[in-house]
């Protein structure tokens, strides 16, 4: 179970938000709403143990993210406004070792397989840089369809993919909260995914 | 522990592989440099052969740092390094991995170019495998060290000037300690105490610098 406690954060001088309470239990997705800048990429980096809260807890089936480090990292799939592609590396070779870099092994087919389903069979051998800034994001969230990991944290998910593939996404997030998975996710579209969706929003 | 040592020296390995410029300018650098001394200070062999060696240790010096850059950057701008954070897998080994692989890119190419460098300004032989020893010594070191201040500046305006600055006075005594190998050799002295301060230096450096470059990747990216 995630918990947010009392959770404070500043950008600089402003005041993001304040006194901001939420728990995330298995099979559970919070869709996190707000005006832009009103700290939702904070809150998720937060979440994530990127950025340090202001003040205020992140807990982790009751212990805090910071004192857990390696075993709640392991448990964590982050996928934020960068998909951390290499325009050098192969869309293969980019998903082989965003994998491995998350300490999960994965097979030639494995791999393949989830490029497959997400729209890249097709492109599976060219370089990252020949690709469109959808396609992109494809690649990075490809890996959602391979992960052990229980939390995931997207940060708009959707930018820039076709409607198909979005479809595609919602199935897989929805097939992960029913295998006991937890998804924090922002997005300004509309969450249309089967299961328990809680909303929260962040008022700038 | 040594999969992800695999995985990302072999990983930096295979993008210079297909982005080769960025290693190359170093390299030139590194020549030009050199081949300008004959050509500003003087061309006879016995004041090149006075100041070979530290013209040779300081060109060395200033092409590490011009590559040292780049160590970060890409997986900064493109998000790598949040995943690198995130990864269960210890920060510090992965910053080490780089490190490696950088030097095998960057150091390792001046250490091959060092003798020839060594003949352009009329080195002898002894000298020239005196000095070649201590780059192969020296710059693994220069890279870890230049890997705190490449992480701290990440991401701020102006960095490079700002690691040069930063950084540069670090590398202070490794310079002394490697040229110093080749004068106190040519006074009959030995050359064993520099020796060993020089991987005294590299053994620390190996244990200290990449917790270091963790801790400041992490912050630079809050």
């Known amino acids: 179970m995630l ?27 919070l869709h996190v709403k707000g005006a832009n800048g009103s700290g939702k990429t904070t809150l998720l980096r937060t979440v994530c143990g990127l950025s340090h809260p202001e003040s205020g807890k992140v807990l982790w089936q009751g212990e805090s993210i910071w004192k857990q480090g390696e075993s709640y990292r392991d448990e964590l799939t982050y996928i934020g406004h960068l998909n951390g592609v290499k325009d050098e590396l192969t869309v293969l070779e980019n998903l082989r070792i965003a994998t491995m870099l998350s300490g999960e092994q994965h097979s030639e087919d494995q791999l393949i397989d989830a490029l497959v389903k997400i729209g890249l069979g097709e492109r599976i051998d060219l370089p990252a840089k020949m690709l469109s800034q959808g396609q992109r994001r494809r690649v990075s969230l490809a890996r959602l369809l391979l992960t052990k990991s229980t939390l995931w944290i997207l940060d708009e998910p959707y930018t820039a993919l076709d409607v198909s593939v979005i479809a595609t996404l919602q199935q897989v997030i929805a097939q992960h909260l029913q295998c006991g998975g937890m998804v924090l996710l922002t997005t300004h579209q509309d969450v249309d995914i089967e299961g328990v969706v809680k909303q929260l929003t962040l008022s700038a | 522990m040594f999969s992800v040592i695999n995985l990302m020296v072999r990983r930096d390995i295979l993008l210079a592989m297909r982005r080769p410029q960025d290693v190359m300018t170093s390299l030139f650098f590194f020549i030009i440099v050199v081949s300008l001394f004959p050509l500003g200070v003087s061309p006879e062999m016995e004041i090149l052969r006075t100041i070979g060696p530290g013209v040779i240790w300081v060109a060395a010096l200033l092409a590490t740092m011009l590559s040292l850059g780049r160590l970060f950057s890409a997986d900064h701008q493109d998000g790598t390094l949040e995943q690198m954070i995130l990864s269960p897998q210890p920060l510090a080994l992965m910053v080490l991995s780089k490190c ?51 992480a701290l500046t990440l991401g701020v305006r102006g960095g490079g000037v700002l690691l040069s600055l930063l ?14 190998a080749v004068s106190s050799m040519n006074a009959g002295m030995g050359v064993e105490a520099h020796f060993s301060l020089l991987g005294a230096f590299l053994v620390l450096s190996l244990l200290l610098t990449p917790w270091a470059s963790a801790a400041a990747l992490k912050i630079s990216m809050e």
């Open chain 1, 3 to 29: 918990q947010i406690l009392d959770l404070e954060c500043v950008r600089g001088d402003l005041l993001l938000f304040s006194g901001l309470n939420f728990a995330l239990e298995s099979g559970e997705l």
């Open chain 2, 100 to 150: 490696v692989a950088h030097w095998l890119l960057t150091g390792i190419p001046l250490v091959i170019l060092t003798p020839l460098l060594g003949l352009l300004l009329g080195l002898a032989g002894d000298e020239i495998q005196t000095l070649t020893l201590t780059l192969l010594l020296g710059t693994p070191v220069l890279i870890l060290i230049g890997s705190i201040g490449a």
């Open chain 2, 167 to 180: 950084i540069l006075p670090l590398f202070v005594p490794v310079l002394i300690f490697g040229t110093g």
